[in-house]
């Protein structure tokens, strides 16, 4: 069985990020499993705390998951042309001490979905120089973007869409495919 880590870079109840990531995980085919993990409580990035403290519970568990996964799926929004920065913070949180060597060669996909014409076309490649400074395997193969996102999600967050529906499930197959 494998298992991919999937991250929303969205806080918001009704993200649509969020239900692309609970979407892609209902796709998955039969022999991978898509571990929803949250990024609620992982805090800002200090390193004062993080010297007093050591990392935060949040983090060690997302560690955790990351280095016990065959790939990671960032599902990330776009705020202003680029990556939100609660989403990056995760990821720098995630990348301190041992976390960066879990990130060594772990294939990466990269989705998202956004109210706008443009999808997330600008976050997803706003995330290609990080992914490159922490040595990950981008998988490149696939690409998916969903534009008006509005129109294809109900008022609670869930993909509606059946032809979305089936792009996502295709890209998760590819993804899956290449782990």
């Given at each position: 069985?494998?298992?991919?880590?999937?991250?929303?870079?969205?806080?918001?109840?009704?993200?649509?990020?969020?239900?692309?990531?609970?979407?892609?995980?209902?796709?998955?085919?039969?022999?991978?499993?898509?571990?929803?993990?949250?990024?609620?409580?992982?805090?800002?990035?200090?390193?004062?705390?993080?010297?007093?403290e050591?990392?935060?519970?949040?983090?060690q568990?997302?560690?955790?998951?990351?280095?016990?996964?065959?790939?990671?799926?960032?599902?990330?929004?776009?705020?202003?042309?680029?990556?939100?920065?609660?989403?990056?913070?995760?990821?720098?949180?995630?990348?301190?001490?041992?976390?960066?060597?879990?990130?060594?060669?772990?294939?990466?996909?990269?989705?998202?979905?956004?109210p706008?014409?443009?999808?997330?076309?600008?976050?997803?490649?706003?995330?290609?120089?990080?992914?490159?400074?922490?040595?990950?395997?981008?998988?490149?193969?696939?690409?998916?973007?969903?534009s008006?996102?509005?129109?294809?999600?109900?008022?609670?967050?869930?993909?509606?869409?059946?032809?979305?529906?089936?792009?996502?499930?295709?890209?998760?197959?590819?993804?899956?495919?290449?782990l």
């Open positions: 069985m494998k298992t991919i880590l999937g991250l929303s870079g969205s806080l918001r109840k009704a993200s649509f990020n969020t239900g692309l990531l609970r979407a892609a995980s209902e796709l998955a085919p039969d022999d991978t499993t898509i571990q929803i993990g949250s990024i609620v409580d992982v805090p800002l990035y200090n390193a004062d705390l993080e010297s007093s050591g990392l935060p519970p949040a983090v568990a997302l560690q955790t998951q990351l280095g016990s996964a065959d790939g990671l799926l960032l599902v990330t929004p776009e705020y202003n042309n680029g990556i939100p920065g609660v989403f990056k913070n995760v990821i720098d949180w995630m990348s301190r001490g041992d976390g960066l060597k879990m990130f060594e060669g772990k294939p990466v996909a990269v989705i998202g979905a956004s706008g014409g443009f999808g997330t076309i600008m976050a997803q490649n706003h995330w290609l120089p990080v992914l490159r400074t922490l040595k990950c395997d981008l998988w490149t193969e696939g690409r998916l973007m969903v008006r996102a509005g129109d294809v999600y109900d008022k609670t967050g869930n993909l509606t869409d059946d032809k979305t529906r089936a792009m996502l499930g295709d890209f998760v197959r590819d993804f899956s495919d290449r």
